[in-house]
């Protein structure tokens, strides 16, 4: 049986510095954790541009910064695998979620979204790890819940099939890598889906929050 731990971070150096969530956490994370193979919000041709050019950014300059400054050179430094599982259709829709609305009813919509955000971070510090709790996912969930109910033909896409996809790709690896420590690591939004989606599988052992 897999052991697959959930590590949801903050992407915004900014914000790293500001809820106590530097990349030297999540490096201490890592290594307590001690995995085999990490499974990263990397898409699989912006990973195979890594490889082959040493590019960083991806193939649309998506790739977060904590890849190439951290976990790419850890994972080659401690013989981890790993595996890249985010997906996105690089030439199509590229739609938010408001701009089907005219230019009123989106700043509305606008500004009810940063009171759902400004909601979920007063409880970034709920767990022992910034953003990594169950009180911070449920609050997340009610936002992507709220957001399908604006436009569900764009969430459908941009969020559930990405999610169904990226959840598949873990689970692929916890059965390509029996028996080994795999650890999920993306921006913590993603946190509540993996759990949902992970914690019933009869092949994997979950852990989250990691502390």
């Known amino acids: 049986m897999a052991v697959v731990g959930i590590l949801g971070m903050t992407h915004d150096e900014e914000m790293q510095k500001k809820y106590n ?3 030297s956490l999540v490096e201490e994370l890592i290594k307590e954790f001690k995995p085999e193979v990490i499974c990263g919000e990397v898409h699989p041709l912006s990973w195979e541009l890594y490889l082959n050019n040493r590019d960083p950014r991806g193939i649309l300059g998506e790739t977060q910064i904590e890849y190439p400054n951290l976990i790419f050179p850890l994972c080659n430094e401690k013989n981890i695998e790993f595996v890249p599982v985010n997906w996105f259709e690089e030439d199509v829709f590229e739609e938010g979620p408001f701009d089907m609305y005219d230019a009123e009813l989106k700043n509305q919509l606008e500004n009810e979204l940063k009171r759902w955000n400004d909601k979920k971070l007063s409880v970034w510090n709920e767990g022992n790890i910034p953003f990594n709790s169950f009180e911070y996912d449920a609050i997340t969930n009610e936002i992507y ?8 033909n764009v969430q459908n896409v941009i ?6 996809i990226m959840t598949a790709r873990v689970k692929n690896a916890a059965k390509k890598y029996p028996d080994k420590r795999i650890l999920c690591i993306h921006g913590a939004d993603h946190n509540y889906w993996y759990y949902k989606s992970l914690k019933d599988e009869r092949d994997i052992e979950l852990v989250y929050p990691l502390r």
């Open 145 to 152: 819940d709220w957001l399908h109910t604006v436009n569900p």
């Open 21 to 23: 969530y530097p990349l």
């Open 159 to 164: 969020w559930d099939a990405r999610h169904y």
